[in-house]
């Protein structure tokens, strides 16, 4: 079982990145999917989140309007989208897929650098 998150990397004030967290050893569609993020020094945050179906989202007051959750079951894989980038967006990302207390994973966590 694993989630592994791509797509970080530095970016300049109001650039664009996309974060993919691709599931292997188990289906992504039973489950919630979350992007959260943490900065150095400060509690890791949830950002955004997506129901199993995707019809349902959720994002923090700090992202809403830049930043977009999408999941494509087929391919496994979910997506953030995040546009309009601020320095205050540097973090590390990390993907979650919950389902129960007991099925609850997380990735490694991908590095996104918003700095000129």
């Known amino acids: 079982v694993q989630l592994v998150e791509s797509g970080g990397g530095l970016v300049q004030p109001g650039g664009s990145l996309r974060l993919s967290c691709a599931a292997s050893?188990?289906?992504?569609?039973?489950?919630?999917m979350r992007w959260y993020r943490q900065a150095p020094g400060k509690e890791r945050e949830l950002v955004a989140g997506?129901?199993?179906?995707?019809?349902?989202?959720n994002y923090a007051d700090s992202v809403k309007g830049r930043f977009t959750i999408s999941r494509d079951n087929a391919k496994n894989t979910v997506y953030l989208q995040m546009n309009s980038l601020k320095p205050e967006d540097t973090a590390v990302y990390y993907c979650?897929?919950?389902?129960?207390?007991?099925?609850?994973?997380w990735g490694q966590g991908t590095q996104v650098t918003v700095s000129s």
């Open positions: 997506i129901s199993s179906t995707g019809r349902t989202t």
């Open positions: 050893g188990f289906t992504l569609s039973s489950y919630v």
């Open positions: 979650n897929a919950i389902m129960s207390t007991t099925n609850d994973y």
